[in-house]
């Protein structure tokens, strides 16, 4: 199921997520400096509070060499959520958040 679409920014990726009735604008932000391999790639924040941060994401490439963005989305201290975000095969240029 698509949760949202993306496009890139300078700074990362910008778009919307859906759920649960909701819609949210977000912007996915390169972390400058990464200290590990296991540091996320990109903070999620709300598009217009970058005191606000909504979980992490990953860059990766899958089995069948096609890069993604793994997100973990963990809003209000809840159980968090695992969403994957691909670039579009119909669409080029911008990119589907999906949820299994």
């Known amino acids: 199921m698509i949760r949202g679409i993306f496009t890139t920014t300078d700074r990362g990726y910008t778009g919307e ?8 604008q977000v912007e ?11 540091a996320p790639d990109f903070r999620i924040h709300p598009a217009d509070d970058d005191r606000i941060d909504y979980g992490a994401a990953w860059a990766k490439t899958s089995k069948e060499k096609r890069p993604y963005v793994s997100f973990k989305l963990t809003v209000l201290g809840g159980t968090p959520v695992y969403l994957r975000m691909f670039e579009s095969e119909k669409t080029p240029g911008t990119y589907e958040l999906v949820s299994d």
């Open 17 to 24: 997520i859906r759920a649960f009735g909701t819609r949210e």
């Open 28 to 38: 996915l932000r390169q972390v400058e400096g990464k200290d590990n391999d296991k």
